[in-house]
Nanobody
Framework: QVQFVESGGGLVQAGGSLRLSCAAS????????MSWYRQAPGKERELVAT????????NYADSVKGRFTIARDNAKNTVYLQMNSLKPEDTAVYYC?????????WGQGTQVTVSS
């Protein structure tokens, strides 16, 4: 079955960095677009970054451009999110998502808390 193991979240001071990882199994990882979403308390889930299956140019939310970098390693079935210059408003639960034209799968989420 489809499984995700998300890791790398935690508590960090403003200006710090974290690297999230999402290791996937149970589907053909290389054929899926991979994305990171986040959801802050009381807010809707929002798209942070997307990388297509073809590995083209990633797309980022305006709020994270220049600070976050999404990358994938198809050999390891893993997608990463490098987060630099973190701000308190980046505090949220971060979810990885795998999507193709037929299916969408979600990770369980990992908490990121940025203190001021």
């Amino acid at each position: 079955q489809v499984q995700f193991v998300e890791s790398g979240g935690g508590l960090v001071q403003a200006g710090g960095s974290l690297r999230l990882s999402c290791a996937a199994s149970g589907f053909t990882f290389s054929t899926y677009a991979m994305s990171w979403y986040r959801q802050a308390p009381g807010k809707e889930r929002e798209l942070v970054a997307t990388l297509t299956s073809a590995g083209g140019s990633p797309n980022y939310a305006d709020s994270v451009k220049g600070r976050f970098t999404i990358a994938r390693d198809n050999a390891k079935n893993t997608v990463y999110l490098q987060m630099n210059s973190l701000k308190p408003e980046d505090t949220a639960v971060y979810y990885c998502q795998a999507r193709n034209r037929w299916f969408t799968y979600w990770g369980q989420g990992t908490q990121v808390t940025v203190s001021s």
